[in-house]
């Protein structure tokens, strides 16, 4: 019986080591969030001097960001001087993804530029669409007067977003599209959406190839997910666009699911098919340097090659001249107009029809003069 | 008295780590401590539970299951397809469950013929149900499916999601079949001493064959469940969910080289890790830092369980 009782004193001291480094980790892990807050604080900072330093020196970027707050204020209006108190929660695709992680930090910096808490959350891995539905199930039962939402796929946020209107929440949507017949179907609504016109991308991208192309050609799509709504929209943009003129002949739509080696494979395979390709747009930047590296490998020279996205490797492409150019949009200005929304929202205003963000094509021609903009 | 000290303890280890990350979390923020937060964090780890519930199973038995989430997702895309060609929904249901079991079947006897390791077998198997999904649907999720299988799937019992229901009563069910049946001691000789059990007679394919047919049924339950509240079948459901399976299981007592199940602390896993992922999003934690923290639990608790067996089996 001693002995008995001596285990149970010793497990009874384990326990309480136990318990106590649980909350203590999650202090910790509370403690190193803030942390990084303030970390990201500073580098917004420094990063907006950097804009600011820009802005002086470019007068496109300027002319670029005036273009895009009067095409904002077009479509939403101005930011109230004061507003009631209020707190914004955001649900992203995934923290693994740099360009989430991107928008979470301008998510952060738009809330304090405008002075709005923000919380930004997502699932744990990318594509895990029953952890993201989770996160957004509790956070409809916290205190948030607005949820930003971008998911992973069409459908899988629905209940989330019908428990928020069931609990006054608004809901925006960001990004990504929420499938609006399947939420209708179940009973939701969304508040309001901002979003990126897909089709609009693609068209840019095959006017501007279009001009540098007099004489035609054949030209080739490379596209991501089968099924994505952003590789579809661009697809249909770009290949309508050029479908409208006689001289061009797409001969090519291939999926190659945003991935680097498939796309690498693709063109290899595309330009031995076809010695005459003039160009190629491919869904996202990924797939467009693999491209480049592939006509690289091959010695084939002279093909037109674009992408979206505008990263800092195909900025350095284009620049180079190996691509010639790339979708861009502003995520800085995307997150704060966002939150700008949510603010109206919860003022009593209303957005009737979808917001579209203002694009830019950044080509061989402009991209010395875009400095600073990001 | 040594009996209960072994059973008991690592289910109460667990709830006192429950009890203490709840009481922390109702002190520090405002959300946690409300009855919709508890419904939230059922409603979240129904189909988790329900996963964790077969893999015991399977572990007592002295094999390990890693296809479950690709037999999750390849039986709810089954019967996806079954949905969109306007059969009946009980059928369709039925014909996702049956497909599951097949697929959890097929694995037990291949074990079973080649005694490869289970761990290979279902690896191999667990590429092959993905490819099959992935096959199926051309990596486009089904969405849109009839209001009358969510009705079902993800419906209302009890002020919460059918699930919820499906989850404690299976594992309910899953008392008697494994502590006071024989196919619950009988499984779990499987792993204690396989060949003893053959020399007695006893039909040890039946068992084998049989717990992994139970595993692929109760995966393509979760599958159901997470089909209807997605309201999408797609052949990336149920990624990594085989991995957190096996970590409640491990985590609640049961081990790894079988012979010995417990369900009560696997059920208490399940649920720790839902509080701890509930907790970090009420707190606005990155989910960075979940990982970390499942990792560390996991550790702390084998760790803490091989001591008191190093332990008992001295003196």
């Known amino acids: 019986m001693k002995k008995f009782l001596a285990v149970i004193l010793a497990a009874t001291m384990t326990l309480g080591l136990v318990a106590c480094s649980a909350p203590s980790e999650e202090t910790k892990a509370q ?44 479509q939403i209006g101005k930011m109230p001087e004061d507003f009631g108190e209020i707190k914004v929660g955001a649900v992203v695709i995934s923290l ?92 939701g609504y969304l508040d309001a959406t901002i979003t990126v016109d897909f089709a609009e991308q693609g068209q840019t991208v095959a006017e501007d190839m279009m001009e540098r192309l007099p004489d035609g050609g054949q030209v080739a799509v490379l596209a991501g997910l089968a099924g994505a709504g952003q590789s579809e929209g661009r697809t249909k943009g770009f290949t309508d666009t050029i479908n409208s003129d006689d001289k061009y002949q797409l001969v090519a739509v291939q999926n190659c699911d945003w991935d680097a080696s498939l796309a690498y494979d693709a063109t290899k395979a595309l330009i031995t098919e076809y010695p005459e390709l003039k160009g190629i747009f491919c869904c996202n930047d990924v797939m467009a ?59 009593g205003e209303s957005f009737e029809s979808n917001v579209y963000l203002p694009l830019t094509l950044v080509n061989v021609d402009n991209v010395n003069s875009l400095e600073g903009w990001k | ?144 499916l009839p209001e009358s299988f969510r009705a079902i799937g993800c419906g ?24 006071f049946m024989k196919w619950g001691s009988y499984v779990s000789s499987l792993g204690g001493n396989a060949e003893a059990l053959k020399r007695c007679g006893v039909k040890t394919w039946f068992y084998r064959i049989s717990v992994f047919a139970m595993m692929g049924a109760l995966a393509s339950v979760s599958g159901i469940i997470v089909t209807a509240r997605l309201n999408s079948a797609e052949a990336n459901a149920g990624l990594n969910m085989e991995m957190d399976a096996i970590c409640a299981v491990i985590m609640g007592g049961t081990a790894l080289h079988g012979g010995k199940g417990n369900l009560f602390g696997t059920v208490i896993a399940v649920f720790l890790m839902g509080l701890i992922r509930n907790g970090l999003t009420i707190m606005s934690v990155s989910s960075y830092y979940q990982q970390f923290i499942t990792g560390a639990m996991l550790l702390m608790a084998v760790v803490i369980a091989e001591f008191r067996e190093r332990k008992a089996r001295i003196g």
């Open chain 1, 31 to 74: 403690t190193e969030a803030v942390q990084t807050e303030a970390d990201t604080e500073a580098e917004t900072e420094t990063a907006e001097a950097a804009e600011e330093a820009a802005e002086a020196v470019s007068d496109t970027v300027k002319q670029l960001y005036a273009d895009f707050d009067s095409a904002m204020e077009d």
């Open chain 1, 289 to 347: 340097l693999a491209a480049v590296e592939a006509l690289g490998a091959e010695g084939v020279e002279g093909v037109l090659i674009y992408g979206v996205d505008f990263t800092d490797d195909a900025k350095a492409a284009i620049t180079e001249g190996t691509m010639t150019g790339s979708m861009s949009y502003s995520s800085a200005r995307y997150t704060e107009a966002a939150l700008q929304m949510a603010v109206m929202l919860n003022e």
């Open chain 2, 156 to 179: 209302d019992i009890f002020g919460m999601e059918s699930g919820v229901t499906a989850a404690f009563v299976i594992t309910a069910l899953m008392v008697p079949l494994f502590f």
């Open chain 2, 1 to 144: 008295m040594n009996y209960l000290r072994r059973e008991i303890s690592a289910p109460a280890l667990l709830l006192c780590f429950c009890l203490a990350v709840s009481v922390f979390l109702s002190i520090e923020t405002v959300s946690f401590y409300s009855w919709k937060n508890v419904v939230n964090i059922l409603e979240a780890n129904s189909y988790r539970m329900i996963l964790a519930v077969g893999m015991m199973c399977v572990i007592a038995s002295g094999a390990i299951d890693l296809s479950v989430g690709s037999i999750m997702s390849f039986s709810a895309v089954c019967m996806a397809k079954a949905l969109k060609a306007e059969l009946p929904v009980e059928l369709c249901i039925l014909i996702g469950i049956l497909t599951g079991t097949l697929m959890g079947a097929v694995n037990g006897s291949l074990i079973y013929l080649t005694r490869i390791n289970a761990l290979i077998i279902t690896l191999a198997s667990s590429y092959m149900y993905r490819g099959l999904s992935l096959i199926v649907t051309q990596g486009i999720p089904i969405t849109k």
């Open chain 1, 96 to 187: 693994t993804n740099p360009f989430w992680v991107n928008m979470k930090d301008c998510y952060e910096a738009a809330g304090e530029k405008l002075g709005v808490p923000i919380d930004v959350q997502t699932g744990t891995t990318e594509g895990d669409t029953a952890s993201q539905l989770d996160v957004l199930m509790t956070m409809a039962d916290m205190d948030y007067d607005v949820i930003i939402v971008s998911p992973i796929d069409g459908t899988n946020l629905i209940p989330g977003i019908i428990k928020c209107n069931e609990n006054g929440v608004k809901v925006i949507n960001l990004g990504p599209g929420v499938d609006t017949e399947a939420l209708k179907e179940a009973g």
